[in-house]
């Protein structure tokens, strides 16, 4: 973005922000985005961002991780799943810490690639952990049916997908709620259009944009949020028409409706959320390692002194955790939400610690 072009931006955002206005940047990217191309510098001062439950690391449950992590020791047992879970602290240590105690876990780039492992290795139980929104869950879903048609039946899949909007729903409509607009997910809406976030301005007066991850898109986004509070419309608009279609992919959320179904599921700071969870149908129950293995998913409280949970909702900024840049850092991560590179935790650490 040029400087004029800033300028011209920043100076629209002034104007429209005509008192204090909280906007929650849903997506873990665009906490990242906004920090890295310096952003935050060209906001009134009235306005202020706050980071919601959008990296899906992060709002993975303590009890689903000591779930995942209790299966990675079973004998026989190889556990795959993307890099980030790898540094995920459970209540007893990592994924990752498991690699040099004779547990054998894998980090994959793609869920497909469990397919080739499953092959190659017919004796052992593959375990694919799915964590993620609906960006990777059609992936899975596709991993899922190929598992079936293949009839491999030593691969399957620990599934912690979450769905973004019945998340923003109890946003919403939480009590004392103080978010005036969302900027709203480009990856999740890629997947999912429009339709699934109206409920939003519809029900509960609340503007939304969904936004794209250039400095020009988030900045437009912003004056479109702004625009609608000041205006008192609310009502849902996108600056990231380059990538959403109204109607989202079809394809993709067809994936999804072949193998999940819609479940409770329990957040990080937000507790069990209706319908917000894909737990795998009936008919792919035999690749599904929740049932296999009888995984249990208990109650677990959040590492000692970690704020994890009240910075996913939106109540407190890194920088009120006690812990933040002293006892907890990327490299000495206590919460999810220092060790993704999504997480608010770590983005603030590396972009605004100054600020
Ligand atoms: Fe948790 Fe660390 Fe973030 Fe504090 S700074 S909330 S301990 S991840």
């Known amino acids: 973005m040029s400087s004029n072009r800033a300028k011209l931006l920043s100076s629209a955002l002034k104007k429209l922000t005509k008192r204090p206005t909280t906007i929650m940047e849903v997506c873990g990217t665009h906490t990242v985005s906004i920090f890295r191309q310096g952003l935050r510098s060209l906001f009134p001062e009235d306005l202020k961002l706050i980071s919601g439950p959008g990296c899906p690391v992060c709002v993975t449950s303590q009890g689903e991780i000591d779930g995942a992590i209790e299966l990675a020791t079973r004998k026989n047992v190889v556990m795959a799943t993307y890099g980030d879970m790898m540094r995920v602290p459970g209540s007893n240590g990592t994924l990752g810490e498991l690699r040099g105690t004779g547990s054998d876990v894998r980090v994959v780039l793609s869920a497909m690639e469990t397919l080739r492992m499953a092959e190659e290795m017919p004796?052992?139980?593959?375990?694919?952990l799915a964590v993620g929104f609906e960006t990777t869950a059609p992936a899975t879903a596709a991993l899922l049916i190929?598992?079936?048609?293949?009839?491999?039946?030593?691969?399957?899949?620990?599934?912690?997908h979450k769905r973004v909007p019945p998340a923003l729903e109890v946003l919403s409509k939480a009590d004392g709620n103080r978010v005036d607009g969302f900027l709203l997910p480009g990856h999740v809406a890629v997947i999912l259009g429009h339709e699934p976030f109206k409920f939003i301005p519809e029900k509960h007066g609340i503007a939304c944009t969904v936004a794209g991850f250039e400095a020009d898109e988030i900045m437009l986004a912003l004056v479109d949020l702004l625009e609608q509070i000041c205006e008192n419309r609310p009502s849902l608009t996108s600056r990231y028409e380059k990538a959403v279609r109204p109607e989202g992919n079809v394809k993709a959320v067809d994936?999804?409706?072949?193998?999940?179904?819609?479940?409770?599921?329990?957040?990080?700071?937000?507790?069990?959320?209706?319908?917000?969870?894909m737990s795998i149908k009936e008919e792919y129950s035999l690749w599904d390692g929740s049932r296999?293995?009888?995984?249990?998913?208990?109650?677990?409280?959040?590492?000692?002194?970690?704020?994890?949970?009240?910075?996913?909702?939106?109540?407190?900024?890194?920088k009120e955790c006690p812990l933040f840049g002293t006892g907890c850092t990327p490299v000495t991560p206590v919460g999810p939400c220092m060790v993704s590179s999504e997480g608010t935790c770590s983005a603030w650490y590396r972009y605004g610690r100054k600020g």
């Open 255 to 277: 994936l999804m409706d072949r193998v999940f179904d819609t479940s409770t599921s329990a957040w990080r700071g937000i507790g069990p959320i209706d319908e917000s969870g």
């Open 292 to 318: 296999k293995f009888d995984v249990a998913v208990r109650n677990v409280p959040e590492p000692n002194g970690c704020r994890c949970g009240d910075i996913l909702s939106g109540t407190i900024t890194p």
């Open 146 to 160: 190929e598992a079936r048609k293949r009839k491999l039946e030593n691969l399957s899949v620990l599934c912690l």
């Open 123 to 128: 004796h052992k139980e593959i375990v694919f």
